[in-house]
């Protein structure tokens, strides 16, 4: 254990120091991989194909993911999205409007908390999205609902977006018609709503497991972050075979489970290069001033490495003769 503690901190120590060229880094490969997706969409205007060059295109979004500020970024996706959904007006123009105000209105004001809409979304098409309600409780507030929320329905309702544009007519660029395809696209989506409300579901338990494990994980009681990571996939699943018993969603319980234990681990894991507590030195100190009384939990930190303390000898030096 000892040498597993040495490696985390020979490691954290590299991350801090790399942490400015690291950041840019991963921010760029997020980037890149977010926009190939994107680009992958294919409902894009066929004049529109021959200026559209894939490849130079995703690097210069990944670029720009990478140094510009996160509400800019979103700005970018929303613009590649329409544009790729641009076959069918009707339907590209509604979800600009749906994007633009989720950015407007919450990813705008809550930069941080807003990457979890995108997390989720790439969780969930991975089925790594168990991870995400247990990482947002222990590491975000509790507001981290609402982007978890956001990011299961975009994750999934886009499936039913292709069968909209499949299914329903465009007026294209002909204005006399467009309220009868706005109507047709209209019926589509809801529709489509109506047939994937799975998410709703999934939404209630994500935000249950994320209400748990951020309460459990700030008590000031001895491995309280790794008591909430298991009873937070302990209510996943619990919730998860609730729900397919009630017959609201239908799920692979095999599958939940065992994907839900290997997040947790995975979320153990990223536990490791936390501060490590010495929970055997715990000490509760009380103390008081005028006008309050404290009680205070002092949890010391493990720290195996300690800095080389330099001496320094100063010696006398002899005194002058004098002449």
């Known amino acids: 254990m000892e040498a ?8 954290v120590k590299l991350c801090k120091r790399l942490e400015p060229i690291l950041t840019v ?14 680009n992958g969409i294919g409902y894009i205007r066929p004049e529109l194909v021959g200026y559209y060059n894939r490849f130079p295109l995703t690097m210069l979004f990944g670029i720009a993911f990478a140094i510009l500020p996160f509400s800019v970024s979103y700005l970018l996706m929303i613009i590649a999205i329409t544009v790729q959904y641009s076959s069918n007006i009707e339907v590209a123009a509604v979800i600009f409007v749906f994007l633009l105000c989720v950015l407007l209105f919450y990813a705008r004001m ?23 309600p247990i990482v ?10 609402i982007p978890v929320s956001i990011g299961l329905f975009i994750a999934y309702f886009t499936p039913q977006i292709q069968t909209i544009i499949r299914t329903t007519h465009t007026a294209d660029l002909n204005i006399a018609e467009m309220p009868d395809a706005f109507v047709d696209v ?5 529709n489509g709503l109506g047939s994937s409300g799975d998410w ?5 338990i994500f935000a249950m497991v994320i209400i748990l494990v951020h309460i459990v994980s700030r008590l000031a009681m001895d491995f309280s972050k790794e008591i909430a990571i298991g009873l937070g996939a302990a209510l996943l699943i619990f919730g998860y075979i609730m729900a397919a018993l ?5 799920v692979n319980l095999p599958v939940v ?16 290069f936390d501060p490590v507590l010495d929970y055997q030195r715990a000490e509760s100190v009380q103390f008081q001033d005028d006008n309050n009384y404290y009680y205070v939990r002092v949890v010391p930190k493990i720290q195996l490495t300690k800095p080389k303390r330099v001496v320094k000898r100063i010696r006398p030096q002899p005194e002058k003769k004098e002449e």
Request: hydrophobic content about 70%; proline content about 0%; glycine content about 6%.
């Open 4 to 11: 597993l503690l040495i490696a985390r901190e020979g490691i």
């Open 25 to 38: 880094l991963l921010r760029f490969l997020l980037g890149v991989y977010i926009f190939s997706l994107i």
């Open 110 to 132: 809550a930069a941080k908390e807003s990457i979890l809409i995108i997390l989720t979304v790439l969780a969930f098409r991975f089925g790594m999205h168990y991870l995400i």
């Open 136 to 145: 947002a409780g222990l590491y975000f507030s509790v507001t981290a609902i």
């Open 186 to 190: 209209y019926t589509a989506l809801v």
């Open 200 to 204: 709703v579901f999934t939404a209630f």
């Open 246 to 250: 009630a017959g609201n969603v239908v």
């Open 257 to 272: 489970i065992i994907m839900t234990l290997l997040c947790a681990l995975i979320a153990w894991a990223a536990r490791l």
